[in-house]
């Protein structure tokens, strides 16, 4: 590919032949970082099940919490890394370097074998290569900016740069588009079993064909001037940050445009799919296709706002966009809740459950890997009710009293998990038990699943559900199914005590007895207007992340361009935006309302917006080829 000097005149008409493979070839490589990176959130549940079910609980949270931190918590050190080598090796042969180190370790991934094969090395080495994607993916986005960026035409960044931004956006869908193929091809059952990992070496593909676009690039028409001009810096990170004249441009850069971009991006994209999952009950693979449709229709607002930002500024429409997000996520979520799950809505509107607690019996829920336990009274009632998506109060009990729930009429004890000791599972069962039936009685749309019952219990099991008109005799009249001694020890129907002498069995399936769910009626959810919504949100995403890369690459001197722009970048988007769907949930629990974690991305919304207004400079009009 022949190397491209652009003059410093603004350029009109058409994009060039040449122009459009620097633009595909960083773009391409981008998409394919993001997709390798959304694999490991998207099939996070399957990852555990082979590599961290096997251990005792602590060991298991302990992998759980490296794994979630190597992937967001270690992008700003990827920056500082590869952002001092692009800054003195330059930007071809850095992110050609990221390229390999996600891709390779993505691959390994998908045949790495797991811990019932090698034992504790499976997670050890599974975190090892998530860490060296966090870094990877840390090093990439500057280094893709920064060379379409040094590449661009004067008057057209924002529109060159653009493409960029939809990598991650194309990265997500992509990801979600292979998940969703191989799940309908395999089926769930082999899905579950092995066919997670074929998304994961399916990318080598990608790689391969990055890989040899990438070769043929040559650097930037900025990074070789500067080179041979002799002005390049010989300690990126010393200069960047150690100088206050350059370290004040990153802190303006992460508070006043990043930190804002980053709640506003996570909000769009994964908490939205986050709340119709968890929060909502929407089932995973139709609120996957509906992000998905949402990402393909608001996808081409990121060039749009890209474009535009090189007729009126990055700053307005970023201020915008951050404005437009504040003063409307409340009505947007709450939009979700009424056309994701009606009777959901419904219900929260009539039924409101007050939690009776003792002072400092309530504590913060933050759980950002999913693995925390909650032993006070209150905490497992408050996280068992968000959980279920239920709003509720917290008034102070008496001192030394365990929690109650009450719901409508009915109050049901809760209880402290440490000092129940054996008897804690069982007073769980029964307290959830209690709580959902009250639940249901006031209208939320729960269902019981099927419960298979050896003939030995039966008349204790409907002795134990009085609320259900269940009548031995005609049970045992009906279908059984004839289980063999051993095969009701393994299904976990009988104790082996209890199963001492018996040859076989009859067990009977007795449908809606079973363990409640909290379900979205698939056939009220309505389909079009949630898509609407979620495009909505999406075009948020591109008024503030499209223009965003033109914003920092201007902001910062050649010299130490990559190293500059890299750092705030992944703080902002790593930390604050990473964090988001743990801390909003967090928060939701905490106040006992589903939408109040919303108040996360708008505060820091809101920061960024005084912030960037007073302070930000408009940067369209720089020119970056002349420091």
Known sequence: ?????????????????????????????????????????????????????????????????????????????????????????????????????????????????????????????????????????????????????????????????????????????????????????????????????????????????????????????????????????????????????????????????????????????????????????????????????????????????????????????????????????????????????????????????????????CRFQFNPTGTAKFTTSCDIATSFLTRNSVPYDIVDGPAGAPASVKIGTATVASYDALSAGANARAMGINFEKQVNLALQAGGYPLVRGVTKVPDAKLDAFAAANPELPLNPATIRAGEKQSVSGADLVTQKLLTAEEAAGVTEMAVYSVPGSGNFTMVADPNAVNWVAIIAILTVLVIYVTMVYGPIAALLVEMFPTRIRYTGMSLPYHIGNGWFGGLLPATAFAMSAAKGDIYYGLWYPIVFAGITLVIGILFLPETKDRDIHAD
Request: charged fraction near 15%; aromatic fraction near 14%.
């Open 1 to 361: 590919m022949a190397n491209i000097t652009m003059p410093a005149a603004t350029r009109q008409g058409p994009i060039t032949k040449e122009e459009k493979k620097v633009i595909f070839a960083s773009s391409l490589g981008t998409v394919f970082e993001w997709y390798d990176f959304y694999l490991y959130g998207s099939l996070a549940i399957y990852i555990g099940a082979a590599f961290f079910s096997q251990y005792p609980e602590t060991t298991r949270n302990i992998f759980a919490l490296l794994a979630f931190a190597a992937g967001f918590l270690v992008r700003p050190f990827g920056a500082l890394v590869f952002g001092r080598l692009g800054d003195l090796v330059g930007r071809k042969y850095t992110f050609l370097v990221t390229i390999l180190i996600m891709g390779l370790s993505t691959f390994l991934v998908g045949v790495l074998p797991g811990s019932g094969t090698i034992g504790i090395l499976a997670p050890i080495l599974l975190i090892a290569l998530r860490m060296l994607q966090g870094l990877a993916l840390g090093g990439e986005y500057g280094g893709a900016a920064t060379y379409v960026a040094e590449h661009a035409p004067h008057g057209r960044r924002g529109f060159f740069t653009s493409w960029i931004q939809t990598t991650a956006t194309l990265g997500l869908f992509l990801s979600l588009v292979v998940i969703l193929g191989v799940q309908m091809l395999l089926g769930r059952e082999a899905f579950a079993a092995w066919g997670w990992r074929v998304p994961f070496l399916l990318s080598v593909i990608l790689l391969g064909v990055s890989v040899w676009i990438r070769l043929k690039m040559n650097e930037s028409p900025a990074f070789k001037k500067m080179k041979e001009e002799g002005k390049g810096s010989k300690a990126p990170l010393t200069e960047a940050f150690g100088q206050w004249r350059n370290a004040k441009i990153a802190l303006l850069a992460l508070f006043g445009a990043v930190v804002g971009q980053a709640v506003v991006w996570y909000s769009g994209q994964f908490y939205a799919l986050f709340f119709l999952q968890n929060i909502l009950k929407v089932d995973g693979q139709s609120a996957n296709i509906m992000v998905a449709c949402s990402l393909l229709l608001g996808t081409g607002f990121f060039v749009f706002f890209g474009w535009l930002s090189d007729k009126i500024g990055r700053k307005p429409i970023i201020m915008a966009g951050l404005f437009l997000a504040m003063v409307t996520y409340f009505p947007l979520f709450a939009g979700l809740t009424k056309y994701g799950n009606p009777a959901l809505a419904t219900a929260q509107e009539n039924v409101r459950a007050t939690v009776t607690a003792a002072p400092g019996d």
